[in-house]
């Protein structure tokens, strides 16, 4: 019964250890991203890269803006 608990403790701090190293581990942005467009209040298109080849088209949520040709109008009090 001993040896069988040294055994998992050895294999629970084994694991232990290999899920630490790897929460340390980090890893560096490789590729640039470029704003290239403004749809919208909320909306964004971005080139990756220096060539522009990949393009995409971003919204960004939880900004409260009206879209193209809408009017919000805000009072303060």
Request: without cysteine; aromatic residues 6%; negative net charge.
């Amino acid at each position: 019964m001993t040896r069988a608990r040294v055994v998992v403790v050895a294999i629970l701090a084994a694991a232990s250890l290999g899920g630490w190293r790897l929460g340390q581990a980090r890893r560096a942005a490789t590729v640039e991203w470029t704003v290239v467009n403004v749809v919208d209040g909320d909306t964004i298109e971005v080139e990756r890269g220096v060539d522009g080849r990949d393009t995409d088209t971003v919204r960004l949520l939880g900004v409260d803006t009206p879209d193209r040709g809408e009017h919000h109008l805000y009072f303060v009090l």
